[in-house]
Structure formats: structure tokens, C-alpha cells
């Protein structure tokens, strides 16, 4: 009788373990699921240009892309879901804004200030939506990013903003930049600033005319681009 109870208790022992293993099992597979899952952004699967939305499952170059923005405290915004469909041409594109967001010697600030100009004058709803609040975190007032627009009459940029402002607004309204205006440039940059300011406004000019060609839609749920450092 003795044997027999315990080989029952074992018995029992044994399937409540097996149940275990198994639950345990299909939380484990469902967990890594959820986990890949969160790696696609939800906006991926929704149609946010003249694009379709991007092919799933993403191509790797893009899937690393979205994993790094999101550790670098950036969200995967409207123009990678659509610039995506071209990985290798997304990838160098990005690489550039984060060259200007991290690498420049030239202060953030005034590069910021001069890629909202240039949004504006390019007419990018996209590109002004992504970075006044970039402007915000690199310390201009809201007066301020209201200003940028009418800057000649507005008495809340300094000299030196004055200056690249003055750069951008002939740079980006055909490229014809008048002796005057450089020589005002190079008083207050180096060589190398120069460079970064100019190819900074030539890649958000460019940057503009892509997200107006393709209709990117403004992200209406909070998710900024990756911020970088002012």
C-alpha cells in the first residue's frame, strides 16, 4: 500500500512538473515575442506618407537602426518608417544628423538655430515640428523659436546668431551668398565652422524637400528624434 502511495505522489510530482515546465515554456516564447515585437515600432505597420509602410519583418540595417535610437534616448520617428524602404540610404542619412547633433565644433545652439531657419524656408512642417522642441532643449525661449522667422526686425537674437542667421537666410534662398554676408561669417568662425554650417543647412534643405515630396506626416504622439546634446 506504502508503494503504491508513493509511486502515485510521484506520479503527481512528475505532471505537476511537466505543467510547470510547459507554463513556464509559453511564458518564456511569449515573453521573446513581446520582446521582438517592441522592436518594431507600432507605427511601422501603419501608413504615415505616400509609402507604404515599411516591409515586415524589417530589413536588419533598419532594425539596428531603431534599436539604437531608442538607447540613445530618440524614438523612431515618421521619416525613418518612410525613409526606411531605402536601408543604406536611411543609415547615411542618419549618420550625418548625428554628426551634426554630436560631433561638431561649431555649439549646437547655433546649429539648431540654423536648421529651423532653414526648415522654415523650405516649408518643412515635418522638419520645423521635429525640431522646435530641439530648440526648446538647447535653451531658446518660446519667444525666441517664434522669432526665427522675422529675426531681421526682432531684437531677441544676439550678434552671433544675427550672423549665421543672416548665412542661412541667403543660403537657403538660392545659395547666392553675398561677399558681405561672408565676410561677416568668417569674422566670427573658423574654417571648420564654416564647413559644419554650411553643409548643416544644405542637409536640412534637402532633408526638407524629401519629407515634403514623400508627404511625411507630423508625428502627433510626442516622439522626438534622437535629442544629442547642447
Same mark, same amino acid.
Given at each position: ?12 510530482? $512528475? ?11 509559453? $511564458? ?7 520582446? +521582438? ?10 501608413? $504615415?506618407?505616400?509609402? !507604404? ?6 530589413? !536588419? ?12 534616448? @530618440? ?29 561638431? %565644433? ?5 546649429? +539648431? ?8 524656408? %523650405?516649408?518643412?512642417? =515635418?522638419? $520645423? ?10 535653451? =531658446? ?22 550672423? %549665421?542667421?543672416? #548665412? ?6 538660392? @545659395? ?19 564647413? +559644419?554650417?554650411? #553643409?548643416?543647412?544644405?542637409? #536640412? #534643405? ?12 507630423? +508625428? ?5 528624434? %534622437?535629442? @544629442?546634446?547642447?
Amino acid at each position: 500500500m506504502r508503494k503504491a502511495m508513493r509511486a502515485a505522489a510521484m506520479i503527481t510530482t $512528475v505532471k505537476t512538473a511537466l505543467v510547470g515546465a510547459v507554463l513556464i515554456g509559453l $511564458v518564456l516564447a511569449g515573453s521573446r515575442a513581446a520582446d +521582438e515585437q517592441s522592436r518594431i515600432a507600432p507605427q511601422a505597420l501603419g501608413q $504615415v506618407s505616400r509609402l !507604404p509602410p515599411l516591409p515586415q519583418p524589417l530589413d !536588419p540595417i533598419m532594425q539596428q537602426m531603431f534599436d539604437q535610437r531608442r538607447a540613445m534616448g @530618440g524614438a523612431v520617428i515618421n521619416l525613418q518608417l518612410v525613409t526606411g524602404h531605402a536601408p543604406k540610404f536611411s543609415r547615411a542619412a542618419a549618420a550625418m544628423a548625428f554628426t551634426i547633433r554630436f560631433d561638431a %565644433v561649431t555649439p549646437r545652439r547655433l546649429l +539648431e538655430l540654423a536648421i529651423l531657419r532653414t526648415a522654415e524656408i %523650405v516649408g518643412s512642417d =515635418y522638419e $520645423v515640428n521635429q525640431h522646435r522642441p530641439l530648440m526648446k532643449r538647447c535653451g =531658446y525661449s518660446d519667444a525666441q523659436i517664434a522669432a526665427v522667422g522675422a529675426w531681421q526686425g526682432s531684437a531677441l537674437f544676439d550678434d552671433e546668431q544675427r550672423t %549665421v542667421l543672416g #548665412y542661412v537666410e541667403e543660403m537657403a534662398h538660392g @545659395g547666392d551668398v553675398t561677399d558681405a554676408t561672408f565676410a561677416a561669417l568668417a569674422q566670427r568662425f573658423t574654417p571648420v565652422e564654416i564647413v +559644419e554650417i554650411t #553643409y548643416t543647412v544644405a542637409n #536640412y #534643405y534637402g532633408n526638407g524637400l524629401l519629407t515634403k515630396a514623400l508627404k511625411i506626416e507630423n +508625428e502627433t504622439d510626442g516622439r522626438l528624434t %534622437v535629442p @544629442g546634446t547642447c
